[in-house]
Nanobody, 115 residues
Framework: QVQLVESGGGLVQPGGSLRLSCAAS????????MGWYRQAPGNQRELVAG???????NYADSVKGRFTISRDKARNTVYLQMNSLKPEDTAVYYC?????????WGQGTQVTVSS
């Protein structure tokens, strides 16, 4: 069964950094492009960063230049390095396949950017 476990969130001041991790089962990790999504209260879940099996990346305009997605094939883990964080980055962050149908969503990890 596919399982996604996100971690690394927390409370950080504006301008700070966090590194999120997503441990994915091997079946999904080795086959599909993976992405980081976020959902703020009252908003729809949105894709903020994606990475292909070959390592090509793409980003939402709102995070471009500040966030970096990467993957460690040996650890079946996807990372999201978030720098220069802004209050509007506050959300629950999830990882999942980029393509549909998505795998069952994990519990996510809360990121709160506040002074």
């Amino acid at each position: 069964q596919v399982q996604l476990v996100e971690s690394g969130g927390g409370l950080v001041q504006p301008g700070g950094s966090l590194r999120l991790s997503c441990a994915a089962s091997g079946t999904i990790f080795n086959i599909y492009a993976m992405g980081w999504y976020r959902q703020a209260p009252g908003n729809q879940r949105e894709l903020v960063a994606g990475i292909t099996r070959g390592g090509n990346t793409n980003y939402a305009d709102s995070v471009k230049g500040r966030f970096t997605i990467s993957r460690d094939k040996a650890r079946n883990t996807v990372y999201l390095q978030m720098n220069s964080l802004k209050p509007e980055d506050t959300a629950v962050y999830y990882c999942n396949k980029v393509a549909t149908p998505r795998a069952p969503w994990g519990q996510g990890t809360q990121v709160t950017v506040s002074s």
